[in-house]
């Protein structure tokens, strides 16, 4: 079946920091990627998404490129600030009418 | 105005007891799920509902069983709660055209004791 490995938490950065987080997939199809964020207290929110291989998804500041030949779909950014503090699920759908998520990655960045 | 509000936010509640958590979406969507989240942060789909229709319905005990009685609505209730249900719910919703893109409510955190 589907499924979304991502890099193990919690991580901790500091302000300005790079910030990238690993993705890999398994799926049948050719599924569409997904980042999602909570914020602490919150659901998730769509950060950014990419629907076939090669496109880059980004939002507020960050990126992530569909490698189908690695099925990755890892998450950067540049320069991170405080209130990037977060967690950050990879999703995928293999249009089966639901997401299949990662285990989630913790990030706390510190001033 | 919020776009997909749940009740409660928290519920504490005894072993034994049966409860109920609510959802509502003003976005239009016709399709809504409920997630369940555990301690660790992973999350796990239960149920997807389209135009009241069940569509998804995961491995989840009978003691759970969602209700749709509109669109807009999708409701949990939880017969004979365990400690283990001990979690935040998460409702959703989309369109059908477009599921991967989903709004989450703000959670409902369950502690059974």
């Known amino acids: 079946g589907d499924s979304v490995t991502q890099m193990e938490g919690p991580v901790t950065l500091s302000e300005e920091a790079f910030l990238t987080i690993n993705c890999t997939y398994t799926?049948?199809?050719?599924?569409?990627l997904f980042w999602y964020v909570q914020y602490p207290g919150e659901g998730l929110q769509l950060l950014l998404k990419?629907?076939?291989?090669?496109d880059k998804g980004s939002n507020k500041g960050f990126e992530a490129t569909y490698r189908k030949e690695t099925t990755s779909f890892h998450l950067e950014k540049g320069s991170v600030q405080v209130s990037d503090s977060a967690v950050y699920f990879c999703a995928l759908s293999d249009n089966d009418y639901k997401l299949s998520f990662g285990a989630g990655t913790t990030v706390t960045v510190r001033a | 105005d919020t776009a997909v509000s749940q009740t409660p936010k928290y519920l504490v509640t005894q072993m034994g007891n049966d409860k109920s958590i609510k959802c509502e979406q003003n976005?239009?969507?016709?399709?809504m799920y409920w997630y369940k989240q555990d301690s660790k942060k992973f999350l796990k789909i239960m149920f997807s509902y389209n135009n009241k229709e069940l569509i998804i319905n995961e491995t989840v005990p009978n003691r759970f069983s969602p209700k749709s009685p509109d669109k807009a609505h999708l409701n949990l209730h939880i017969n004979s709660l365990e400690l283990g249900d001990s979690a935040v719910y998460f409702c959703a919703s989309s369109l059908w055209t477009s599921t991967y893109e989903q709004y989450f409510g703000p959670g409902t955190r369950l502690t059974v004791t």
């Open positions: 990419a629907t076939k291989a090669d």
């Open positions: 976005l239009g969507h016709d399709t």
């Open positions: 799926a049948t199809g050719y599924p569409s």
